[in-house]
């Protein structure tokens, strides 16, 4: 489905009981949630702030196809980019990206960000998808909404 207005409120309720439960798998079902519930969602994980390696990324909980990238240097691809600047960044078009780490040839457009525990980075959600141009608004204040409630699991 695409995101509607009503889902957003919807969406949010399914990942706060999935964060209220004691399971330890929490970040991993959160993925899955958001997979399952949006169709353009082809890949959703977490990459994570290496706290043992200076501007790092460790890929974290993900579902979708297996990545080769399961560690990316600050500056680096999108993931990286995000991660240096502390910003979302929305790419509509994944072609058009001279600093792209391309995962997959079907994965059309990205979208990645930043989580943060007061000021300091912790980690980013990041989600593929295999269409052009279907992120909008309201994934944007889903997934933001949805970086926050997380940030107390990293």
């Known amino acids: 489905m695409a995101l509607e207005r009503h889902d957003i409120e919807r ?8 964060l209220n439960d004691a399971d330890s ?25 290496d706290k043992k390696k200076d501007r790092e ?13 399961k560690k990316i240097a600050f500056g680096e691809g999108i993931c990286g980019q995000a991660a240096d600047n502390g910003k979302l960044f929305l790419i509509q078009d994944v072609s058009k990206e001279t600093n792209y780490l391309s995962c997959s040839a079907t994965v059309r457009s990205e979208i990645v960000l930043p989580i943060f525990k007061g000021d300091e980075l912790m980690g980013e959600l990041d989600i593929d998808s295999h269409q052009l141009e279907p992120f909008n608004d309201l994934d944007i204040e889903l997934l933001e909404r949805i970086c926050v409630l997380v940030s107390s699991l990293i």
């Open 11 to 18: 969406m949010i309720k399914k990942i706060e009981g999935i």
């Open 57 to 69: 990324l460790v890929l974290g909980p993900f579902v979708g196809e297996p990545t080769e990238h």
């Open 25 to 49: 798998e929490k970040l991993k079902r959160t993925c899955q949630a958001l997979s399952d519930e949006v169709d353009h969602y082809d890949w959703v994980g977490y990459y994570l702030v």
